[in-house]
């Protein structure tokens, strides 16, 4: 089933966490509540540093849910499923969004109801998502370091991370942008990310891919942590 909205949190552990935390993902589904809520719910490692990396980051982990409503989240938060990942966490940060347009499937689906409207001047999210073929993985991965580094220098990125369910053959990358303006320099202007993706193409890195744009219904969590975004909300309400 197509969803037409879908959060991504983000959660912290302490480092004497870090191992539970790493356990729990790997036998999650012995956890999973027989009255989860609709909609597919995902647990996933992120990448060390700013999440665009190879190696795990065993502290920090994505829920991707694709929620209907605000009832629902509800239901599910109050999960044992999502409770024991909620809980030990020292920081969340959670991202309720709206799919504007974008193309692509996930595990072979394409997930996302688009709502067909353009971004506008308001902030919003990108979501790309890379299944790397094994005899690709090497170009893939050599490629990362250059996006990574522009990508920390670029203007009008509030805020990045990458996580995935595998560490070398998966990586979906989660950006904030304060406008279309600022996305579009980076990726496509001669950049360290138009080249990767042209040679992505060219060279058949990819047996999967996605990408797509969201617009931001509103940002929870420990936003005093992360001012760049707290600054965004009033543009993005």
Request: aromatic share 14%; hydrophobic share 40%.
């Amino acid at each position: 089933m197509l969803t037409d909205r879908i959060i991504f949190s983000f959660f912290r552990y302490r480092a004497g966490y870090s191992l539970p935390a790493f356990v729990f993902m790997g036998f999650q589904g012995l956890f999973r509540d027989r009255d989860m809520p609709p909609g597919p719910t995902r647990l996933m490692g992120c990448g060390s540093g700013d999440g665009f990396s190879i190696v795990p980051d065993f502290r920090t982990y994505c829920v991707m849910s694709a929620i209907p409503d605000d009832d629902h989240l509800a239901h599910l938060r109050r999960t044992r499923w999502y409770r024991m990942i909620a809980r030990p966490s020292i920081e969340q940060l959670h991202f309720v969004l709206r799919p504007l347009s974008g193309h692509g499937t996930w595990d072979g689906e394409p997930l996302f109801d688009y709502q067909r409207r353009r971004v506008g001047d308001a902030p919003f999210v990108v979501l790309t998502h890379a299944r790397v073929t094994s005899a690709r993985a090497r170009a893939f991965w050599r490629s990362v370091p250059g996006i990574r580094e522009h990508l920390k220098h670029a203007e009008g990125c509030r805020y990045h991370i990458g996580f995935g369910e595998h560490p070398l053959l998966t990586l979906a990358t989660f950006s904030v942008w304060e406008d279309l303006d600022h996305m579009r320099a980076f990726a496509y202007h001669h950049s360290a990310h138009h080249n990767a993706s042209l040679a992505a193409r060219k060279e058949h890195w990819l047996s999967e891919s996605m990408f797509v744009r969201f617009g931001i219904e509103r940002i929870d969590g420990d936003l005093a942590n992360y001012p760049d975004l707290a600054g965004l909300l009033p543009a993005a309400a």
